[in-house]
Structures are given as structure tokens and as C-alpha cells.
């Protein structure tokens, strides 16, 4: 919440990846919200765009997917129809508990392939927040929203993301 204070404070937007059903014990070190989808409808509400992050965080195969950043993958190298099911399970989670319609996706170790945007545009999704580039793109039917940094940093043109994990950040990164 103290990074959706300092962006409601800047007047930011922020892209919150979301994942339905985490079963990653490297992200289950905090103890369990009784208000979380509660709180995630009211960040919704402030105007923040929520995006299914996955489905459960967990890595089934060894691709790197179209960007190769990670040698790891939710969802790419497997089957489509895998893909497909894990994909809409997860957007039937975040859709009861939000709802409202989630179009956004945002893949976990920034690695998908293009079974997974096909899947995804089965599934409803319109954009999707990775890849490397200086603007907006259009993309195996799914508008691309580049993500390419991992801290703040200036630079006098283009659309620039920045990927932060909020159980991860130090206070100097905070500040």
C-alpha cells in the first residue's frame, strides 16, 4: 500500500499485477489479508490498472519464451490447451472476487510465447505489459505495453515501465 500512496500522492497510474491463486512460497512470506481482493477493487476504483499476473507463480518448464530474459515459464513451452486452462482459471478468480472484466496480463519471469497470446486473446485479454521497445505495440492481437526497467530512471522520450516487487525493495529503492 505504501507504493500506491506515493503514486496516488504523484498523480501515477501504476500497472498492479495481480496473481489469483499464488501458490509461490517465495511470495507467501506475509500473512494472509482478510481484505486483499477488497483492497484491490478500491485501487481499482483510485484508478490503477489491474492485471492478471499469471495464474498461480509457479515454473513448469525451463523457456525463456519470445523475450529469453529467464530460463523459466508459467506458462511458455507447454501446450496450448494447458496454457489456455491456467490462463482462464486465473481470470475466473480475479473476475469473481473484482468484479470486473480484466483484460491486462502480465506474465510472470517476463516469459510467454505465442501460445500464450494466443491463449490470452481466447481468453478476452486486449494488452499485455513486457517486452522491450520505446512505445505501445500491436502484437499477435494483443496490444503490447513495453516494460523495460527495473528502477527509476529519466529519459527524454518514449514509454517507459518499471517492473517493481514490492516485498523485494529496499528503503533506499523506495525513496
Not at 9 to 25: A, C, K, M, T, Y
Not at 90 to 119: V, Y
Not at 146 to 172: A, K, N, Y
Request: with cysteine; charged share 20%.
Amino acid at each position: 500500500t505504501r507504493l500506491i500512496e506515493l503514486f496516488d500522492f504523484s498523480h501515477v497510474r501504476s500497472i498492479l499485477g495481480v496473481i489469483p491463486e499464488n501458490q509461490d512460497p517465495k511470495l507467501q512470506n506475509f500473512p494472509a489479508r482478510a481484505d486483499f481482493w477488497e483492497q484491490i477493487r478500491d485501487f481499482s476504483g483510485r484508478g490503477h490498472c489491474i492485471a492478471q499476473h499469471g495464474y498461480r507463480h509457479l515454473y513448469e518448464s525451463h523457456s525463456g519464451g519470445l523475450l529469453d530474459i529467464h530460463q523459466k515459464s508459467e506458462f511458455a513451452g507447454l501446450p496450448y490447451e494447458i496454457q489456455l486452462e491456467k490462463i482462464q482459471k486465473g481470470k475466473s478468480i480475479m473476475e469473481e472476487h473484482l468484479r470486473e472484466r480484466i483484460t491486462w496480463f502480465m506474465p510472470p519471469a517476463h516469459s510467454f510465447d505465442q501460445i500464450t497470446c494466443r491463449a490470452l486473446t481466447r481468453s478476452g485479454f486486449t494488452h499485455l505489459t513486457d517486452g522491450i521497445a520505446l512505445f505501445p505495440f500491436s502484437r499477435y492481437g494483443l496490444t503490447w505495453i513495453p516494460q523495460q526497467l527495473w528502477r527509476p530512471r529519466h529519459f527524454p522520450f518514449g514509454v517507459w515501465t518499471i517492473c517493481l516487487h514490492p516485498d523485494t525493495m529496499s528503503e533506499s529503492a523506495f525513496q
